[in-house]
């Protein structure tokens, strides 16, 4: 079975000059851990980063920096692991083990972002 069978289609983004505090608000208002950072290549939208709740707390937060003046890049992860849609469950699993992530986008074949998913 595809991870395009499991994976969440509801993914919020950001974009890599959103500040901080956008991305925390987003978290809040749809009650999610985690926000990907999208880049428009060509009218697609591409998976560049993400930052979740603990990037917040850890390089954000804790630092005591000004989340209004940090945008997501400054402290998304790069180098964003991701699989196709064609990726079959178990494969997906093995690979999210593999990287050490908890969470994982889904792109299709032009590597737009098609979903999401998170153990």
């Not at 945008?71 to 178990?90: N, Q, R």
């Amino acid at each position: 079975m595809p991870i395009s069978e499991i994976c969440n289609r509801d993914v919020i983004i950001v974009q890599g000059n959103n500040t901080v505090l956008d991305a925390a608000k987003l978290m809040r208002q749809h009650h999610v851990g985690d926000v990907l950072v999208v880049e428009n290549r060509n009218g697609v939208r591409v998976p560049v980063g993400i930052v979740t709740d603990r990037d917040l707390v850890v390089e954000t937060l804790a630092p005591e920096l000004d989340s209004n003046a940090i945008t997501v890049s400054d402290i998304m992860v790069p180098g964003l692991a991701t699989v196709k849609e064609s990726t079959g469950i178990f494969e997906a699993i093995q690979y999210m083990r593999a990287k050490g992530v908890r969470r994982l986008p889904v792109v299709d074949e032009s590597g737009g972002l098609a979903g999401i998913v998170t153990l």
